[in-house]
Structures are given as C-alpha cells and as structure tokens.
C-alpha cells in the first residue's frame, strides 16, 4: 500500500525501548501505520504528503487514561478545602447551577488543552452532558458516562438513565473517535447491584468500564466501619439509606467478591491497596490509572505504583481534571513522576503513558506503539538542536524539548507553529 501522508523528524521512537535515528513514518489513507523506514527510503515514495517535523522526536501519542473535560472550568476554583470530601462538596456546589452550555464550553476547553500538550486519546469522567457533539477538534475519546446511587433499588432506573443517554448519543452527529462506555462512580457511592449492572451492560458491548476506587483513607474506614468524613459526607447530601451496612472489607476486595473485576476494569487511583487487594487486581487482570499530581494535589501517601508493576498489573497514567491539577497535560505528569519517582524507569513511566493507557480503554494492538497496523497517533516534540541519542528520552524527562503537534490517524490536529 503507498503511504497517503509521511512524517519526518531526527528521532521517532516506536516502542518505549526503541529509538531510531533519522526516520519517517508511513501512514496509509485509512491512518494506519505502514512500516517506520529511513528517510532515504521515504524520499522515494511518490504522490504522498510529507511533513517534516525537523529538530523533533515523533513519538507514539499519549495517553490519558483518566480525567473529567468537563471540569475544565473549575481550573483553580477548589485550592481551599480542609478534607477530600470537603473538595468533593465544594465542587459538588460549584456545579450545581451549570447548564448543559456551560458544560459543553468546559468540557471544549479540555479537549482543546489536551490537543495542546499531546494528548492523542483521553478516558473521559461524563455526567450525561458530555455526548454532543463539540465544535473544534477533539482527542479520541472513550467517554464513560457516569452513574451512581448506595440504593440498590435504584440500580435499574439509574441503568435506564444510562441506556437513555447512549440512545440520544446514537442519535446525535458524533465524532467517529468517540467510544461511549460506563463508570459506576466509586464504591462509596454505588450499590454492588448498580457495579454489577454497568460491568455486565460493558461486557456486552464489549468496552471498557472504569470506576474510582480506594482514593482515600477515608474512603477505606467508611467500608470497614461506616463511620468518619464519608458517612457524614453522604448523610449531607442525603444519599445514604439507612439500611446501609460497611462491607467489612477493602474496597477492592468487595469489588472482587461482587464478581466484576476483570480485564475491562480499569481502576480508577488505588492510592490506598494492601497485599490482598493487589493480589486481586493481578489476578483479575484489571488494570490501574495513577493520577501523579491529582495524588499529590491531596496530599496523599507514596502511591504503590511499584509494587503494582512488580505484580504484572498495567499502570496508566491520568490527569484527573483540573478541579485538582494544574494542566491536562500527560508529559508533565510524566516529568513530575520521572523527578520524584526513582524506583521506576524512564521506559516504564514511557509504557504507562502510552501502551498501558491505550490498552485500558480498549485499544490492545492499535494504538500505543508505532508499529505496522497501529493507528498513526502521534505525539511530536521539538528538541534542542544538537541534542544527542544517548539518555534522549532520560533529557525529555528532565524537561529538554517542548510539544510541538499532536497527531491523529496520521492528520495533524493541533500544532504549535
Ligand atoms: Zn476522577
């Protein structure tokens, strides 16, 4: 097949381990990689766009495998808060009097943001709002729309909601690159029936499912207990029945015994997971989003990232959304963790944010890497004239280079000129 469109720059890296030197990328009509070759090579093909990106490094796009666009609004508006679930009531407020406008606007503006710092695919936290289409371009998006609710009996109506907001989405002009999918929203907040119902409406439709899970410590005593910040959280709110009882158990623990962890389970945070919880992520082959500077914005313990790893447990990376980070941008998130994280390797952090992200939200074998057949997204960043190979990406890391354009299926989306 001749290549529609070529892509040129001083490195291309194709895997996390593997970097090559004066390359090109040979992306087909459908936006598919054709084979990376040498720029020679490439100069030989005929009828084909090139785009030289120069001093740069292409490398695979990245991911961000947890975030909420549309909470792009809220950018510094809950710095002040002296608990999580007191965070989580001043946002609660914040947007109660938001129209489905305002929602568009903001959820625009994290998609454009994302564009702007490389971001090729996003997980995307929506609350009925976030289906229509939106003006502008727009990462792929796998948009798990959200549902909650302690009362089991009100497992099915919160489901119909759910089947009512995919209908509508049928409807609607959409982006092609959107996946619609489901988040029960966290297990202090959700019923097991309502768990149970949104694992088994993912399995058969084949997609993903993700769910924040074991965030807090708080989080942690409210399910051994039932008492603390959580219980007079949701007692506020009126979302506690009264007949609520704590499991007893570790939020992962009651997840597994409900019998839906499992390879289209990505969970969300796992700030807190002992060595029982962690035994059942590895063996349910769920995977795990870890929000770097989310974590730290609330101040939390070290994160078990490694301890994660060492299991076999894939890791990706989130931003979270801007109501508890400073940018929607995965390579700071990647910087931040490679200056504070010295257990994990450059080629690690590298995975995390590509082919372990791309995995979780359904894309195995397609996007993640560079590589024959894989779709052509692309992040691109300019480098330093003269930079060398040795420890490039190690120089990344330390912040040499910056984004230069972010590509899609081959076509530029976004690009700083
Ligand atoms: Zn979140």
Redo the contacts with the bound molecule.
Sequence with gaps: MSPKVIHRARFILTHPEILLENTAVLVSEDGRVLEPCSQADARTETGAEIIDWGDAIIMPGLVNA???LELTALYGRLREFSSFTDWAFRLIKERRTWTPEDYRRSTEEGARLSLASGTTLVGD?ASGNGWSALSGECPRRVVFEETLGLDPELAAPAMAGIHAVFDQAGREETRPVQVHAVSPHAPYSTSGELYRRAAAFAENRKAPWTT?AAETTGELRFFKTGDGEFREFLTRLGALPENWRAPGLHPVAWLDALGVLGPSCLL??CNYLDEDAIARIARSKSSVVY?PR?HAFFGHEKHPIRRLLNAGIPVAL?T??LA?NDSLSILDEMRYLYARRKDLTPEEILRAATIHGAAALGFTDRLGRLTSGFFADMTVLNLPPGIKSPRLIDQILEGAGSWRATVINGRVKSAFL
Excluded: A, F
Aim: aromatic share 0%; glycine share 8%; hydrophobic share 15%.
């Design positions: 947890h975030t909420h936290i924040h969300v945070h929000c989310s989130g979270d959304s508890s």
